[in-house]
């Protein structure tokens, strides 16, 4: 099982605990590390139990069960408490908003069992009814329903890619041609999936039913004849708004003599999403879009000094090892104490084995971040005498998510315009298929990020890619770098990276306006250029 699979499997055993009114401490313990892993992508295949005992912030009693679930693919636990809870039941654990404790009481006193029913009992005001519930609550109970019921069967990129490449390879070989591709939403990069479509050269027939029971999404085969391959790739990538009625289709070797054909500059797939990118390839006007082999730096990761994974160190040294010439540590702030935030005394720490890293890290070098909580009235989460110790701050929004377009764009506003803000971390603080994000004046966040000279992030992590992608042209309008950062939360979430580079390249962004690309020495004196008095 993968750790994504595995940290699940803990967090179900915590809510069912809970929902069963089973001892807290337990609960909180597992809990804990289930939201730990969460956090990572840290590898648990092949550990031994003495080996998993070690890991920070599992300890042996967690560290057993994890052993049990690698080596049984169960967890007795779980399995005990699942045959005592109605399927629906467990299904409505999975709806933000509404935790075991209230999951308990519509099981208990409504005797709701499914999540049909709990929409029903919205409809019908039956959760007013409650304690604890009121209007207010009812109506975010049946918001977040209907948006768990819109995403079912959806599923997000990182999540079947590579599932989707190995398929292809294996398709080419079956069926003795080189001509299979990725085709559809999946070519395109789209964040989220509800299918994976794949365009052959042949005409024999896939079984489909044994390849989605494998993969678990829908996977749709479009067969063609050789000769067709191309002009039917360009036709199936197309996205629903980039209008292909007007352009001359033939048969032709390969997709860019169809580009040729048309006197269009090629496109690449992942900005074949509407007519405007048409418009602009008419002339000439599509810049080179921006690659992982350009950026220079991973800005916007979390350490053992929170609630990272991994040791500063550990994550240093394997920034330093793929490549990068810099690393930006960014642990949480005081507030965040559901994250470990740093007090000062973890602060003086921290920039002390920064210092004494850099020294033997050298040329590579540590900048010393922190990503502060935006509070409710949109001030940082430090006073000025401990902002100014930082190199630079990434503001984000942590708590206090239930906001209005109103509250939340005067929340952002007043964080942009501190002037010890650097960057706007993930500023909707979406969660792809879990949570929408708050609503936000888009244009106004970035007009302010444009005036007061602050950079916004592209959160790298498959999960958020926030900001989102539609919104990057309008920041390259106004001025407004991105910083495309993977919020790695352990040494093998830097590889989010690429997933952040994949939403960019949809959004058109460039080498030259993502702000990693920048060197060390640039992004160096960029930093110190920003620093307030300087």
């Not at 080596?71 to 409505?92: A, F, H, R, S």
């Not at 999936?193 to 024999?204: F, H, M, T, V, W």
Request: proline share 3%.
């Amino acid at each position: 099982m993968t750790t994504e699979e595995i940290a699940y499997a803990l967090k179900l055993t915590a809510q069912l605990m809970e929902l069963h009114e089973q001892n807290p401490f337990k609960i909180k313990s597992i809990a804990n590390a289930a939201y730990k892993l969460n956090k990572t992508d840290i590898d648990l295949q092949g550990k031994t139990l003495q080996e998993l005992e070690q890991i920070e912030g599992i300890g042996k009693s967690i560290a057993a069960k994890i052993h049990e679930v690698q080596t049984t693919g169960n967890l007795k636990q779980l399995q005990e408490m699942m045959e005592i809870t109605p399927q629906g039941v467990v299904d409505m654990l999975g709806i933000k908003g509404i935790g075991p404790k209230k999951v308990g009481q519509l099981w208990r006193e409504l005797e709701i069992e499914s999540i049909g029913e709990l929409l029903y009992a919205c409809n019908e005001n039956r959760l007013i009814l409650l304690k604890g519930f009121g209007t207010k609550t009812q109506a975010e109970v049946k918001k977040q329903v209907e948006f768990f019921q819109s995403n079912i069967g959806w599923h997000h990129y990182a999540s079947v890619e590579q599932f989707a490449n190995d398929l292809v390879n294996e398709l080419k070989k079956k069926y003795r041609t080189e001509l299979v591709s990725l085709t559809g939403d999946i070519r395109r990069k789209c964040d989220v999936l509800d299918k994976i479509e794949i365009l052959i050269a042949s005409q024999e027939q896939v079984n489909v039913d044994e390849l989605e029971n494998r993969a678990k999404i829908k996977i749709e085969i479009i067969n063609c004849n050789k000769e067709e391959f191309y002009a039917k790739l360009f036709e199936t990538t197309a996205g629903k708004e980039f209008n292909i009625a007007d352009l001359k289709i033939e048969n032709t070797n390969s997709e860019e003599e169809l580009f040729t054909l048309n006197h269009l500059q090629y496109i690449e797939p992942e900005l074949r999403e509407s007519n405007e990118i048409i418009a602009l390839a008419k002339e000439n006007k599509i810049p080179k879009l921006i690659e992982v082999t350009d950026l220079k730096g991973i800005l916007h990761n979390h350490s053992t000094y929170s609630d990272g994974m991994n040791t500063l160190k550990d994550m240093a040294e394997y920034c330093k090892e793929l490549g990068y010439e810099y690393l930006g540590i960014c642990d949480h702030s005081q507030s965040a104490f559901y994250a470990e935030g740093m007090k000062m005394d973890k602060i003086i720490a921290q920039h002390n084995e920064i210092e004494e890293l850099n020294k033997k890290l050298f040329p590579f070098k540590i900048f010393k971040g922190v990503e502060s909580d935006i509070l409710n009235d949109g001030s940082l989460d430090y006073e000025t005498d401990i902002l100014k110790t930082f190199d630079f701050i990434v503001a984000s929004v942590h708590s206090n998510l239930k906001m209005n377009e109103e509250k939340a764009t005067a929340r952002l506003l007043k964080a942009i315009e501190n002037p010890y803000t650097t960057i706007l971390g993930h500023p909707t603080g979406r969660l792809l298929l879990s949570r929408p994000g708050y609503p936000i004046d888009h244009k106004k966040i970035i007009d302010a990020c444009a005036a007061n000279g602050v950079i916004i992030e592209l959160n790298a992590h498959p999960y958020r890619l926030d900001i989102d992608w539609h919104w990057i042209p309008y920041c390259l309008e106004r001025g407004v770098k991105i910083s495309i950062n993977p919020d790695a939360h352990e040494k093998q979430g830097y590889h989010d990276m690429y997933y952040g580079t994949c939403a960019a390249r949809k959004g058109m962004l460039t080498k030259e306006m993502c702000f990693n690309s920048l060197s060390l020495s640039e992004i160096e004196s960029y930093f110190n250029s920003r620093k307030p008095n300087s």
